[in-house]
């Protein structure tokens, strides 16, 4: 990698952290209610697209028509909490 493609990517990278810090929005798991990602959502040409999402392990779903749902895939990574103790 030469000097001008080590700026290039740096850039880049900078433009790719201040867009998710400005548009970004923290999704958050539906079983579990623990953060799930930072995702920007792109809406064009009828098609949905989650930005951010490329090396979560993160189901997403529609919970209705209008809204999306975001869970865990890796159940070691969603800490759903402890049900409560039976009654004796
Ligand atoms: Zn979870």
């Known amino acids: 990698m030469n000097l001008l493609e080590k700026i290039q990517w740096k850039a880049a990278y900078r433009w790719r952290l ?3 810090r400005l548009w970004g929005k923290d999704i958050t798991c539906a079983e579990c209610g623990q953060p799930a990602g930072r995702v ?3 809406l064009r040409a009828g098609r949905l697209r989650l930005e951010g999402l490329e090396q979560s392990d993160v189901i997403v779903d ?3 028509r209008e809204t999306l749902r975001f869970r865990h895939a890796d159940a070691s990574e969603c800490r759903k909490p402890a049900p ?3 009654a004796p």
Do not use: T
């Open 84 to 86: 409560p103790p039976a």
């Open 62 to 64: 529609f919970a209705s």
């Open 40 to 42: 920007i959502v792109h």
């Open 18 to 20: 201040l867009r998710f």
